[in-house]
Nanobody
Framework: QVQLVESGGGLVQPGGSLRLSCAASGSMFRLYPMAWYRQAPGKQRELVATISSGETTNYTDSVKGRFTISRDNAKRTVDLQMHSLKPEDTAVYYC???????????WGQGTQVTVSS
């Protein structure tokens, strides 16, 4: 059973940057297409960015050019580098497998990102 632990969130001013990291257990990690999601208060969970096992990436339109997803299979981590943050990026961020191709694994606790002046 793969377990996912997110970290790196915090409070940042508009225009600032944060780097989120997700540590995964399990020897099959390198085969999984991975993704970052976010859920803002009162809203449904949203797919933010995906990265395939071959490191092809995709982003939702609202974060294109600002966020970068990456993975390190040796370390079993998936990172999300976020620049030019906006208040509307405020949410709890989660990592999981890409649910457009696989059934999601158990969700971690997420990491809170708050963008506010």
């Amino acid at each position: 059973q793969v377990q996912l632990v997110e970290s790196g969130g915090g409070l940042v001013q508009p225009g600032g940057s944060l780097r989120l990291s997700c540590a995964a257990s399990g020897s099959m990690f390198r085969l999984y297409p991975m993704a970052w999601y976010r859920q803002a208060p009162g809203k449904q969970r949203e797919l933010v960015a995906t990265i395939s096992s071959g490191e092809t990436t995709n982003y939702t339109d609202s974060v294109k050019g600002r966020f970068t997803i990456s993975r390190d299979n040796a370390k079993r981590t998936v990172d999300l580098q976020m620049h030019s943050l906006k208040p509307e990026d405020t949410a709890v961020y989660y990592c999981n497998v890409d649910d457009t191709t696989l059934t999601p694994l158990g969700w971690g606790q997420g990491t809170q990102v708050t963008v506010s002046s």
